[in-house]
């Protein structure tokens, strides 16, 4: 993300009406190098984790001969987001107090095939020894009310810099394929704004319908591959036993 074209895109907002304040405007003119230099941080950081998940996927892919890892997607906060979160918080506005406050700036979303596989993953990962835990969220153990599912981790990784060396706070979510279709749609009416509010809530209640019929699911799936995994272990089993082959 480039802090210049953000302070260029909002002076065209200002123009047409859709303003972010003059605090926020003045603040990221008079921070635009800093800003720019924490938000590249941050991107080394979701590197640094990005390459953490990719290569356990890869030695679990050889000791266990699959990979639980479907998908890894990262992303930035955009602006609009963190100025929210600020203003939600009251976060005081400076680039330290932001990177103090703010624990999701650097996201990385690793979705799996199965439950149990985001436990087994989020312990291999959090065994690094350069890894921190900051802060765990289970929200697939206790779901919010809405039935939104995740395993969330706040962690601190090192980045190695020319002089010096920076910890990075990262958001970590871990979840199923059903836990994220979910979360993308429920995401999506979340910012349907202009709904009238009884069909609002029809799709709301739906929608927490869906995260149980989804978690059912989930363990579903999970118990077949269980099964699967046991009669193959029996298959390999006696056709090892047959001493001609
Ligand atoms: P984006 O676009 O990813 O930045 P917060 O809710 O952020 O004020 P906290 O404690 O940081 O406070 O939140 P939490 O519970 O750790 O969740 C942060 C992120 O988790 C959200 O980021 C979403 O990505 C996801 N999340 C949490 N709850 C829900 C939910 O009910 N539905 C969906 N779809 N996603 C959720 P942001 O900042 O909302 O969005």
Redesign the pocket.
């Known amino acids: 993300m480039n802090i210049r074209d953000y302070i260029v895109q909002k002076k065209k907002e200002i123009l047409v009406g859709r303003l972010t304040s003059d605090k926020f405007q003045d603040f990221f003119e008079k921070n635009e190098n800093q800003l720019q230099t924490m938000l590249t941080y941050y991107e080394c950081a979701i590197m640094q984790i990005e390459t953490k998940f990719n290569v356990l996927n890869q030695e679990f892919s050889l000791s266990r001969e699959y990979s639980p890892i479907e998908t890894i997607k990262s ?1 930035l ?2 602006m609009d ?1 963190l100025i929210e ?1 600020v203003n ?2 009251e976060i005081p506005l400076s680039v330290e107090s932001i990177e103090r406050n703010i ?2 700036i650097a ?1 990385i979303r690793v979705i799996c095939g199965f439950p149990e596989d985001i436990y087994t993953v989020a312990d291999c990962f959090l065994q690094q020894d350069d890894v921190t835990l900051v802060d765990c ?1 289970d ?1 697939i153990r206790n779901p ?1 009310e ?1 039935g ?1 599912r ?1 395993l ?1 981790l706040i962690v601190t990784v090192p980045i190695f810099l020319e002089h010096e060396k920076r910890d990075m706070k990262v ?1 970590v ?1 871990l979840r199923t394929i059903a836990m994220d279709f979910w ?2 749609l ?2 999506k009416l ?1 910012y349907k704004k202009e709904l009238p509010p009884e069909l609002n809530d029809r799709l709301v209640g739906e929608l927490t319908e869906c995260a149980t019929i989804s978690a059912d699911l989930d363990m579903r799936m999970q118990s077949i591959r269980r099964q699967l995994a046991g009669s193959q272990s029996e298959i390999d089993e006696a056709v090892d036993s047959l001493e001609w082959m």
């Open positions: 992303r906060k955009t987001s979160k939600r918080y624990e999701d996201g969220k929200y919010k809405n939104y995740s969330h958001e979510q979360a993308s429920e995401h979340k």
